[in-house]
């Protein structure tokens, strides 16, 4: 995971901001506030992502999208609205190792 500037994010035009992320290491609860305060400051959807690298990790993070009709407009739209939650745990304690360690 990388640390971005608020002015960049603001002038890559991005749609969210990651707050939480399966693989996040010692800093879990500090990455998980800062993006947070980060997304609440500027406005953005807050989204999770597992940064699955095997099959084990698949579907540790993901994000609910509620939307009817169930389509990628649909989706993509809820998602530039706010309408996306993360949800999931982090990964296990052997997956993180192994992904921190390369």
């Given at each position: 995971m990388i640390?971005?500037?608020?002015?960049?994010?603001?002038?890559?035009?991005?749609n969210t901001i990651e707050t939480?992320?399966?693989k996040t290491f010692f800093s879990w609860y500090l990455y998980i506030k800062k993006?947070?305060?980060r997304a609440n400051k500027l406005?953005?959807?807050q989204t999770g992502g597992s940064d699955a690298h095997s099959h084990n990790s698949?579907?540790?993070m993901y994000n609910v999208?509620?939307?009817?009709p169930?389509?990628?407009k649909s989706v993509i739209d809820a998602i530039r609205r706010g309408r996306i939650r993360p949800e999931g745990k982090t990964s296990s304690l052997r997956e993180r190792l192994r992904w921190s360690c390369g």
């Open positions: 640390s971005i500037s608020e002015d960049v994010i603001e002038r890559i035009k991005t939480y992320n399966a993006n947070e305060n406005g953005f959807p698949v579907g540790d999208v509620n939307v009817l169930k389509t990628v």
